[in-house]
């Protein structure tokens, strides 16, 4: 069974960085695509960001294209978010999804969610 884990959420300010993982368990990550979805209060769930290992596609949602870089960690099973250049509408609840092989999970599995606020 899939269990993902995220960690590394926080408060931070306008302009810092912030690294979030995803710890997988229960399955062979080289199988799964993981995405990273956020959900701010009031708003819908937007796609952040995704990396399948099966045909090494990657995918960023145009907000953050150029300010996060999603890279895995085969060996550990975790797959990681670099957050760069922070900004107070990047503040979301952020959480990481597991699917076979392509992106985009649909968010039936899931882990719990990481807190990101931006805030000056």
């Known amino acids: 069974q899939v269990q993902l884990v995220e960690s590394g959420g926080g408060l931070v300010q306008p302009g810092d960085s912030l690294t979030l993982s995803c710890a997988v368990s229960g399955v062979t990550l080289d199988d799964y695509a993981i995405g990273w979805f956020r959900q701010a209060p009031g708003k819908e769930r937007e796609e952040v960001s995704c990396?399948?290992?099966?045909?090494?596609?990657?995918h960023y949602a145009n907000s953050v294209k150029g300010r996060f870089t999603i890279t895995r960690d085969n060996a550990k099973n975790t797959v990681y978010l670099q957050m760069n250049n922070l900004k107070p509408e990047d503040t979301a609840l952020y959480y990481c999804a597991a699917e076979q092989w392509y992106c985009w999970p649909t968010g039936h599995v899931r882990g719990q969610g990481t807190q990101v606020t931006v805030s000056s």
């Open positions: 990396h399948s290992h099966s045909d090494k596609s990657t």
